[in-house]
């Protein structure tokens, strides 16, 4: 298992070079630069405008060794990510990278754990139900319902809650981020969408189990509905679900930007969709740097999970 | 420039316009002490949106530094109701009789939110900063600075040629503060007021310290009636009394909130009490009898335009063809019925609000004409008339905007016109790359006129920035190739090349437009101003007949501010149009 380990990690420092070379490179092949586009953006919003001498650019160039050739602040790059010495950011020159990641990446996975955490939980029970009740109406109506929830987009999702819970109800705050009651409506405009694969996964995946022989074997042994379905079928169920779990997750901590931004919420998804169109060379770099760490981290402890609820994997 | 600005009824805002922008110049430079005093204590909270900051410096070029000058500091003068001009820590000033030595009384109970004191020599110090270019290339951001306030070797310095201690700013007194023009200039305490770089910071806590005081909470001191409690990143920041401001402080707390989307939930929901709003909130608005009372419209000074993009193809340069485009386009459809109210038509860069005139100068639909002018040209009915293209910061399909000005020409004309949505980044590299012959046709751009008085807006944009941008754009396609290359010669010097730059476009430019550029020079070198009126009026119909540039409409922003709330008076110069002074706010 740990020589398993080591190579997967070996695997994933080369990966990790490839997807930030590729990265450095569409970058640089993307037109426009920080100054030119928040310059020009900012202009056409107000009467005041920046003052940018040559002095100032030359030392911006220098500062973040934007003269040099590629390969050299490509070189440059991987030097400090290994130290990790990551820079600042174009946007917020006085803030390391770093710092800016600390600080929202932990909003960002909040609302992306509790939104799986709650997709499962509320998916597993109505997975069961619907393989209970298979090709009954209990079986047609718990599908159509969470497929309907699949159907609607987050944001969506989001201002319909806003009217509800904020408008309707006066519960809950429509903008915030600092107290529990804040992550409510976020947590539940992520989540819902996701409740349609994995309750759909979740169904599939027992009935096809409550198919087996060994399933079979238990109900000749005497076993109950209950003796079968959670001593035994759930189990191997659930393997099917933690393959979409993982990647949803990875997925889910760069994409809950649109509930980030309607929600006011400060959480990385924002800052990174902002660096790309900003061309904020620092930002992007450091965020893809960490993205890609974290999926592939991510893929690691599922398959490693895999292991742990599937023996017969680790023998392979 | 992809905004939900949007339509509106041209007598309201002229009503409003008058009501919001007073009566000239006289009127807006008061010289009375401030209306904030008395003793009540503050109370209520207010929460507005406002672009996000990043940096609160107010030397450097932020949307935290105009955070800084609505009421985190204050400087000499600042803005009040309608934009005028109020005094803040000057309590009075006076002009020498050749209007080249502004003289200003200082108050002297003037503190930071620390407690030191606020005298002249801070604001030497802090202007001196503001003008460094060290400064700014010390926080890797650009400078506040308008290049045109004529101060003493203002330019010199922000060019890195001359010393910060040679600026012509001196304190002559514990609270007098000089400050030594090379020319009159009636607009400076516009400039003063308006621009952030003038605000007072304390030497005690700037000197020697890192520029990441500019972005914590803590230390970020300020002299203006609040002080900051938090700043969360991204999502906006918190303001509280500050106990050593001079004058009575109004409220207990404000929210400045970054986060511009569904700001009529965020009003309805009462996380926001002032709310900007998208012209598809405006029917929603509008029908609801609570919200409607609540519902300001205020015209501000952003005007969205189109411009003739450049092309080795020179149809464009043709007068007529140009005319017959602009005369093709009906604004007063495109304000009412596709922005509801939330834009006016505008027939000239500067918003007939500042300058009525302008509607009578500006180009009128007349399909029938434009017609005319394009078979004049050569192509009528558009026959033979190459596709047009419309450049936008769009990234995929037009704005509501665009594809009425698109679907207009279309049928006016019997043109075939394509939309060419692009990012933010390919956009601003599109706008100034030569165009092969194929490329012809318009981008979308907006303008924002800096000052409140049209008459000061236009020397600002045209003289004092070093030179009209429309230059460029009335260059046939080979001489624009060429002056493209000399803008992005790397072996010129900075100098050499504004000069290079500069000279071409004098010798090749259309030869009107740099007649008009003489126009605006005399205006601006021109101190009588009944004269100056009548050549920057000249300028400014002129320039409007050339119709290089096609004004569509100029935002007119549908606020909700709640029924409590009053003394909200928005700076019109800003597209988020936020209070233009907090301090004047209170809540009943």
Redesign the interface.
């Known amino acids: 298992m740990a020589v398993y380990v080591l190579k997967r990690l070996a695997y994933m420092v080369f990966a990790l070079v490839g997807v930030l070379f590729v990265t450095f490179w569409m970058m640089r092949l993307?037109?426009?630069?920080f100054?030119?586009?928040t310059?020009?953006?900012?202009?056409?919003?107000?009467?005041?405008?920046?003052?940018?001498?040559?002095?100032?650019i030359q030392?911006?160039v220098q500062?973040w060794g934007l003269g040099l050739p590629w390969y050299e602040q490509f070189w440059r790059y991987l030097r400090d990510i290994g130290t990790m010495h990551l820079g600042?950011s174009?946007?917020?020159?006085?803030?390391p990278t770093l710092q800016?990641i600390e600080?929202?990446f932990p909003v960002s996975l909040l609302l992306a754990v509790l939104g799986v955490a709650v997709a499962v939980a509320v998916s597993i029970p109505l997975g069961i139900i619907a393989a209970m009740k298979r090709n009954t109406w209990v079986d047609s109506g718990t599908m159509f319902v969470s497929m309907t929830g699949h159907a609607i987009p987050n944001y969506v999702l989001a201002?319909l809650f806003?009217?509800i819970f904020?408008?309707w109800l006066?519960v809950l705050?429509?903008?915030?981020?600092g107290k529990p009651k804040d992550v409510i409506m976020p947590v539940l405009a992520l989540a819902l969408p996701m409740v349609g694969s994995m309750s759909r996964y979740m169904r599939s995946s027992l009935v096809d189990n409550l198919r087996r022989e060994y399933v079979t074997g238990v109900i000749a042994g005497g076993g109950s509905s209950r003796e079968v379905i959670f001593g035994h079928a759930l189990r191997n169920s659930l393997i099917p679900l933690v393959t979409v779990v993982g990647p949803t997750l990875a997925g889910l901590m760069v994409g809950t930007v649109f509930i980030e931004?309607?929600?006011?919420?400060?959480g990385l998804g924002?800052?990174f969709t902002t660096a790309a169109?900003?061309?904020d060379y620092p930002m992007i770099m450091d965020s893809t740097f960490f993205y890609a760490a974290l999926v592939m981290l991510m893929n690691l402890v599922v398959d490693l999970a895999y292991g742990v609820l599937d023996p017969r994997t680790r023998r392979r | 420039?992809k905004r939900n600005w949007h339509g509106a009824v041209v007598s309201g805002i002229l009503v409003l316009a008058t009501a919001l922008a007073g009566c000239g110049p006289a009127a807006r430079h008061a010289t009375t002490t401030s209306s904030s005093s008395g003793s009540a204590k503050p109370s209520g909270t207010f929460s507005f949106y406002i672009?996000k900051g990043?940096?609160w410096d107010p030397a450097i070029?932020n949307?935290g530094a105009?955070m800084d000058q609505i009421g985190i500091f204050e400087g000499l003068v600042r803005l009040g109701k309608s934009m005028a001009v109020r005094p803040g820590v000057a309590e009075s000033w006076t002009t020498s009789s050749n209007g080249l030595v502004w003289t200003f009384q200082l108050r002297h109970n003037a503190e930071f939110s620390n407690g030191d004191p606020v005298t002249a020599q801070t604001f030497v110090y802090s202007m001196e900063r503001a003008v460094n270019?060290a400064t700014?290339?010390a926080?890797?951001?650009?400078?506040?600075?308008?290049?045109d306030v004529p101060i003493v070797n203002g330019e010199q310095i922000?060019?890195?040629q001359a010393d910060p201690s040679t600026l012509g700013v001196k304190a002559t007194g514990t609270y007098t503060l000089t400050i030594t023009l090379t020319k009159p200039d009636t607009q400076l305490l516009d400039q003063l007021a308006?621009?952030?770089w003038q605000l007072p910071v304390d030497p005690k806590v700037v000197q020697g310290a890192?520029?990441?005081i500019?972005?914590n909470a803590a230390t970020i001191i300020g002299n203006g009636p609040y002080m900051v409690q938090s700043v969360?990143?991204?999502?906006?920041m918190t303001l509280v009394p500050n106990p050593h401001y001079w004058g009575h402080v109004t409220l207990a707390k404000v929210n400045l909130?970054?986060?511009a989307?569904?700001q009529l939930?965020?009003f309805?929901?009462?996380?926001l009490d002032a709310a900007v709003l998208a012209s598809t909130d405006i029917p929603t608005v509008k029908s609801s009898t609570t919200l409607s009372k609540e519902l300001h419209w205020v015209p501000t000074?952003?005007t969205y335009t189109v411009r003739v993009w450049n092309s080795s193809n020179n149809i464009f340069q043709n007068q007529l063809v140009r005319e017959a485009f602009a005369m093709a386009i009906d604004k007063q459809t495109i304000s009412e019925k596709i922005l509801n109210g939330t834009g006016t038509p505008a027939y000239g860069q500067i918003p007939t609000w500042m300058a009525p005139f302008e509607q009578q100068i500006g180009y009128q639909y007349n399909v029938q004409k434009a017609q005319q002018l394009l078979a004049q040209a050569g192509y009528p009915g558009g026959k033979g008339f190459p596709t047009v293209s419309v450049l936008d910061a769009t990234f995929g399909s037009p704005d509501a905007v665009a594809e009425a000005v698109i679907q207009m020409w279309e049928q006016n004309l019997g043109v075939t016109v394509k939309f060419d949505g692009q990012?933010?980044?390919?956009?601003?590299?599109?706008i100034s790359a030569p165009n092969p012959s194929t490329v012809v046709g318009y981008y979308q751009?907006?303008?924002?006129?800096?000052?409140p008085d049209w008459q000061s807006s236009i020397p600002h944009h045209v003289v004092g920035s070093g030179g009209d941008p429309t230059l460029p754009e009335t260059l046939s396609g080979s001489d624009y190739a060429q002056y493209y290359a000399i803008t992005q010669n790397v072996a010129l010097s900075?100098a050499d090349k504004l000069a290079q730059e500069k000279a071409f476009l004098l010798a090749h430019a259309n030869p009107t437009e740099v007649q008009m550029l003489k126009t605006a020079q005399q205006a601006w070198a021109t101190t009588d101003s009944t004269s100056a009126m009548k050549l920057f009026k000249q300028f400014e119909t002129e320039r409007e007949q050339m119709a290089y540039v096609d004004p569509i409409y100029t935002v007119q922003n549908a606020m909700l501010i709640r029924s409590t709330v009053q003394g909200y008076h928005p700076m019109q110069?800003?597209?988020?149009t936020p209070p233009d002074w907090i301090n004047d706010i209170t809540i009943s």
């Open positions: 993307a037109p426009g630069n100054f030119s586009i310059q020009y953006q900012n202009s056409m919003q107000l009467a005041g405008f920046q003052q940018m001498n040559p002095g100032i030392a911006w500062r600042t174009f946007e917020y020159p006085e803030t800016i600080r929202t201002v806003i009217l904020s408008l006066k705050p429509v903008i915030g981020w931004q309607i929600f006011g919420i400060p924002s800052y169109q900003s061309r | 420039m672009n990043t940096v070029w949307w105009h270019p700014s290339k926080a890797g951001a650009g400078t506040s600075w308008f290049n922000a060019a890195g308006i621009d952030p890192a520029p990441t500019w972005t969360t990143p991204n999502v906006g909130v970054f986060t989307t569904k939930l965020a309805e929901g009462g996380q000074a952003i990012n933010w980044g390919t956009y601003v590299k599109d751009n907006g303008y924002g006129v800096p000052l900075t110069l800003w597209l988020s």
